[in-house]
């Protein structure tokens, strides 16, 4: 309601519990069906996929909910080339997520890995990208962070992947 109201001034992203399989698996699809039915669920999904996977503010801050990228120098123009309806959690590769970034010349797996990273990379204390507990996503350190921010001409990443006890951590 208050997106409607504001639309300027409130903006919503899709996050990880937005996606099928975790909507599916995680009880949201059947509190859908036993409050209203399976229609309703599906238009759950709809508007979920519209949802956009980042917001810039001021031209100097991304807002994204899980994180930055198996690939070292994603630009901002390669996540708006992302077909957010085009995917979901399913789409893992078989053999799972590798730590190596999927090559710019498969373009279809190499923006579906960004939209993973997107929704549920994390942050972690040591340089360079490592895998991810989650099973998705990338742990990316500081330095990974400082270029993505150099290369899209940014200054600060804001996230919302995790709960923090102060409210907000730096």
């Keep these: 309601a208050l997106h409607l ?7 919503m992203n899709r996050g990880n519990h937005e996606d099928y399989a975790i909507c599916v698996n995680y009880g949201f699809q059947m509190e859908c069906i036993d409050k209203y039915d399976e229609l309703t669920f599906g238009m759950f999904i709809e508007v979920f996929q519209q949802l956009p ?8 801050i991304i807002v ?3 994180g ?3 690939c070292k120098d994603a630009s901002l123009n390669e ?7 085009g995917f979901t959690l399913q789409d893992l590769p078989e053999e799972g997520e590798q730590l190596d970034a999927v090559g710019r010349d498969h373009e279809v797996d190499f923006l579906k890995q960004l939209q993973r990273d997107a929704l549920w990379s994390d942050p972690i204390d040591v340089t ?3 895998e991810s507990q989650r099973g998705a996503g990338v742990g990316f350190g500081p330095d990974i962070t400082r270029q993505f921010l150099e290369l899209n001409n940014l200054k600060m990443v804001v996230r ?8 907000y951590e730096e």
């Excluded at 109201?5 to 903006?11: E, G, L």
């Excluded at 919302?160 to 409210?167: A, F, L, T, W």
Aim: with cysteine.
């Design 5 to 11: 109201a504001f639309p300027d001034s409130v903006m």
């Design 53 to 60: 996977l980042f917001t810039i503010i001021n031209s100097s």
């Design 64 to 66: 994204i909910h899980g």
């Design 68 to 70: 930055l990228f198996h």
């Design 79 to 85: 996540l708006n080339k992302i077909n957010r309806t």
């Design 128 to 130: 360079g990208n490592h």
């Design 160 to 167: 919302s992947h995790e709960c923090v006890n102060s409210g």
